[in-house]
C-alpha cells in the first residue's frame, strides 16, 4: 500500500484489540516508507515522492491525558533536535487536512525552505503563516488617536466564496498602514485568509473570481423561486482599522452591488456586517508582516523567517477515532436509582483521545545538509557523523599517525572515547584534507609541518572555526572538547 501517513490504518487496527481504559495509553510507532505524489520533487532528499518517517500514534483515555501525552512527545522532538546540535524552531501551526485543534511545526532555517515562519526576535514566539498573529495597538504611541477612529484614505477589497458557492465574503481592510505621524503606503499588505476563515469556516480559499461563482446562486433564487439548501448570503467583514469609517464602506457597496440584473434580488439577501471577533475585539484581517510587533512580548518584533519542515506533532481529539469506531469502556461508578434495586450501568463506552506526531528521517538528514554545508562539503552534527574524528597525514608520517589514532581510541577511565577512523590511504595529504572535508567529519586531526617541527597535531572544526596545534598528550582531551560542542 502506497501511504502518505496512516491514521486510518493505526485506528482501525487499534479499534479491534482495545477494549478497556487499563489497556491505555497506547503508543504505538514505525520508521517506513511514505509515498506522497509531489507534483515537482526537487533538491533530492527535501522534496520526494518516497521517503522515510517515523510516525507515532497515540490513544489516552481523556483529553487531559491526550494533551499530557502531546507535550511529551514535543520534548522527546526537541531531545532529539538539541542532541543533533540544530536550531529548530518549535512553530505553532494550523492542523489542516488532519484535523484536531493543536499542532506544531519543527522548522529548520534554511535559504532553499519553502515554508515561511514569523519569530519574534526578543522571545520564543513561532509560527506559520497560516496562525501568525501580531499585538494589536489599540491606541497610538505618543499621544496619538486611536487606530479605529484613523481615517484611511484607501481602502481595498478582498472577494472570497464559500465552498457551497451560497455566501459571498467582502474583506474590507486598508491598503494604507496608519504610521505614528503620518499614513505610510506599503506594497505588501495583504489579507489573512487563516483569519477571514475562523469567522467564515466554509471558505473556498482556492478560488480566485468569487464574483463569477456567486450570482448562480442569487439567480437561482431569483429566478425560480426555489429555496436552495442554503439561501445567497453576503457578508461583509471590516479590518479595525476601518472602523470609524465602516458605514461609508457599506454605502459604497451598494452603489458596487456586483448584480445589477437582480436588483430586487438584493433585498432579499441574508447581508450581515462583522466588525468584531467572539472576544469582542475588532476584527484583524491583515497577514502578518516582518516589522509587526510580537503578540507574546512587549517589546519584540517580528521577522520572516524561511524554513525547512522536519517535523510536525498533531493532537487529533477523536477526529479518527470517533468515525472508526475506536473506543473503550471506562467506569462511570456504581449507584442505586432511587427507589429501586436496580443498580446504574457501571460503565460508559467514550471515544479514545489520540495524537498523531512524525520527524521525517530522511528529510531531515536533506535539511541538516542545506543547514550546515559550506562550499567545502558537508558538516554533520556528531551524533550522525559517520565517524567523530578522522586522522589524516602524509604517507611519510603513517607510523606516527597510527600511533595518534591509538592514542585517541584507547580506552580510558573518565575519558571520552571517539569514533575514530584513520585515513591510512596512500594518497596526497592535501587530496585526502579536500575528501575530509566533503565528507564532513566534525573533527579532524592532521599529522603535517606542525608534527615533523615538534609533534604537534593540528586539530580542525570548520563547523566551529578552529585549527589550532595540540601537542599529543592534550590531543584526546581537547577532541572530547570540541565534540561535547557538536
Not at 596526497?428 to 606542525?450: N, Q
Not at 586539530?459 to 572538547?481: A, D, M, N
Request: overall charge negative.
Amino acid at each position: 500500500m502506497l501511504s502518505p501517513t496512516h491514521e486510518e490504518e493505526i485506528t482501525s487496527l487499534v479499534a479491534k484489540t482495545v477494549r478497556s481504559y487499563k489497556e491505555l495509553p497506547l503508543r504505538l510507532y514505525q520508521i517506513t516508507r511514505k509515498f506522497r505524489d509531489e507534483l515537482r520533487p526537487r533538491h533530492g532528499l527535501l522534496r520526494s515522492r518516497e521517503f522515510t518517517m517515523k510516525d507515532l500514534y497515540t490513544f489516552d483515555v481523556s483529553s487531559e491525558a491526550a494533551l499530557e501525552t502531546y507535550h511529551k512527545v514535543q520534548a522527546a522532538y526537541k531531545g532529539v533536535f538539541e542532541a543533533l546540535k540544530l536550531p529548530v524552531m518549535v512553530a505553532k501551526a494550523s492542523s489542516g487536512d488532519m484535523g484536531g485543534d493543536l499542532s506544531h511545526e519543527y522548522h529548520l532555517p534554511a535559504l532553499v525552505g519553502e515554508d515561511t515562519v514569523i519569530i519574534c526576535g526578543s522571545c520564543d514566539y513561532a509560527a506559520n503563516t497560516e496562525v501568525a498573529e501580531t499585538r494589536r495597538d489599540v491606541t497610538k504611541l505618543n499621544g496619538h488617536p486611536p487606530v479605529e477612529n484613523t481615517q484611511v484614505s484607501a481602502v481595498r477589497v478582498w472577494r472570497g466564496i464559500s465552498k457551497d458557492r451560497s455566501t459571498l465574503v467582502n474583506v474590507w481592510y486598508p491598503a494604507q498602514i496608519p504610521g505614528e505621524t503620518r499614513m505610510e503606503e506599503t506594497k505588501d499588505v495583504d489579507v489573512s485568509i487563516p483569519a477571514v476563515k475562523s469567522i467564515i469556516p466554509g471558505l473556498d480559499a482556492s478560488v480566485d473570481d468569487a464574483l463569477h461563482l456567486w450570482p448562480r446562486a442569487v439567480e437561482c433564487q431569483h429566478t425560480t423561486g426555489q429555496v436552495a439548501a442554503k439561501s445567497p448570503r453576503l457578508v461583509n467583514l471590516i479590518d479595525f482599522r476601518l472602523a470609524a469609517q465602516a458605514e461609508e464602506l457599506l454605502l459604497q457597496e451598494a452603489k458596487l452591488w456586483p448584480l445589477p440584473q437582480w436588483e430586487t434580488a438584493k433585498s432579499k439577501l441574508d447581508a450581515i456586517t462583522v466588525m468584531e471577533d467572539r472576544s469582542g475585539q475588532g476584527l484583524n484581517l491583515l497577514a502578518v508582516r516582518a516589522g509587526d510587533r510580537c503578540p507574546s512580548c512587549e517589546s519584540g518584533i517580528l521577522r520572516v523567517q524561511k524554513a525547512l519542515e522536519v517535523g510536525h506533532t498533531f493532537h487529533l481529539g477523536t477526529r479518527y477515532s470517533q468515525p472508526l469506531g475506536a473506543t473503550i469502556s471506562v467506569p462511570m461508578g456504581a449507584a442505586a436509582t432511587k427507589g429501586t434495586s436496580q443498580p446504574l450501568a457501571t460503565e460508559k463506552t467514550v471515544p479514545m483521545q489520540m495524537g498523531c506526531h512524525g520527524i521525517g528521517v530522511s528529510r531531515l538528514i536533506g535539511a541538516m545538509v542545506e543547514h550546515l554545508a559550506d562550499e567545502r562539503g558537508l558538516q554533520w552534527p556528531r551524533v550522525v557523523a559517520p565517524y567523530e574524528v578522522v586522522v589524516i597525514s602524509s604517507t611519510d608520517l603513517a607510523e606516527e599517525a597510527g600511533n595518534v589514532y591509538d592514542e585517541l581510541t584507547m580506552p580510558r577511565t573518565g575519558m571520552l572515547e571517539p569514533e575514530a577512523v584513520w585515513d591510512d590511504r596512500a594518497l596526497s595529504l592535501s587530496w585526502k584534507l579536500k575528501d575530509a572535508d566533503l565528507v564532513g567529519y566534525p573533527v579532524a586531526v592532521v599529522l603535517g609541518k606542525a608534527w615533523k617541527q615538534n609533534e604537534g597535531c593540528e586539530v580542525q572544526c570548520r563547523r566551529l572555526g578552529i585549527k589550532e596545534t595540540v601537542p599529543l598528550s592534550g590531543v584526546r582531551r581537547r577532541v572530547s572538547e570540541l565534540l561535547e560542542k557538536l
